[in-house]
């Protein structure tokens, strides 16, 4: 069994930061690419960014510059800084995590249960 724990949503507004967290555990040998993705209400799941096993790193356009995505390899944990917040940022934010289980076996996508993130006034 895989777990990712997402932590850190909660209320803010526009202009302000918060700092998401996901934390995988469980049966784990090694973890490749992780993302946090984005839902609003009535809206598609889309990526807002993305790392790889090598720290690579993708945006969104609508985020880049103001979201920064990072990896503590050790603690097989993710974060997403998100700063200067906009009221379109409000959606349930979802890491995703592409986990190899056992060695010579393939990578399984996982998901968070996810976490609210609500930007207002």
């Known amino acids: 069994q895989v777990q990712l724990v997402e932590s850190g949503g909660g209320l803010v507004q526009p202009g302000g930061s918060l700092r998401l967290s996901c934390a995988a555990s469980g049966s784990i040998f090694r973890i490749d690419d992780m993302g946090w993705y984005r839902q609003a209400p009535g809206k598609q799941r889309t990526l807002v960014a993305s790392?790889?096993?090598?720290?690579?790193?993708n945006y969104a356009d609508s985020v880049k510059g103001r979201f920064t995505i990072s990896r503590d390899y050790a603690k097989n944990t993710m974060y997403l800084q998100m700063n200067s917040l906009k009221l379109e940022d409000t959606a349930v934010y979802y890491c995703n995590a592409e986990v190899i289980r056992r060695v010579g076996s393939r990578a399984v996508s996982h998901w968070g249960q996810g976490t609210q993130v609500t930007v207002s006034s």
């Open positions: 790392i790889t096993s090598d720290g690579h790193s």
